[in-house]
Nanobody, 124 residues
Framework: DVQLVESGGGSVQAGGSLKLSCSASGFIFGASDRGWYRQTPGNECESVASTYGGGSNTHYSDSVKGRFTISQDNAKKTVYLQMDSLKPEDTAMYYC??????????????????WGQGTQVTVS
């Protein structure tokens, strides 16, 4: 089985930074495309950032563009989300997602096969 485990969440003041990590284990292709999503209670899951082309391409939502950076280390099967200039509206549960292949376009949520358990980010 493939498992994704997020870490790095926590509480931070507005303007601060956090770096999330998501490590994959199991039989998964290291250069698989990955994504970060977030969700607040009562709202739909929102795409934050994603990689495609084995990590060589990135895509960001307008709400985080210029503040968040997604990257992945294929050898470590790990994807990161560097979050700078955090705002209270970034408060959410953050989830990483993965497929077990490399694609050449940004994926939508229903195209990901694997999801982590989530890590909470709180910005005050």
């Amino acid at each position: 089985d493939v498992q994704l485990v997020e870490s790095g969440g926590g509480s931070v003041q507005a303007g601060g930074s956090l770096k999330l990590s998501c490590s994959a284990s199991g039989f998964i292709f290291g250069a698989s495309d990955r994504g970060w999503y977030r969700q607040t209670p009562g709202n739909e899951c929102e795409s934050v950032a994603s990689t495609y082309g084995g990590g060589s391409n990135t895509h960001y939502s307008d709400s985080v563009k210029g503040r968040f950076t997604i990257s992945q280390d294929n050898a470590k099967k790990t994807v990161y989300l560097q979050m700078d200039s955090l705002k209270p509206e970034d408060t959410a549960m953050y989830y990483c997602a993965s497929v077990n292949r490399r694609t050449w376009y940004p994926l939508s949520a229903n195209q990901y096969n694997y999801w982590g358990q989530g890590t909470q980010v709180t910005v005050s």
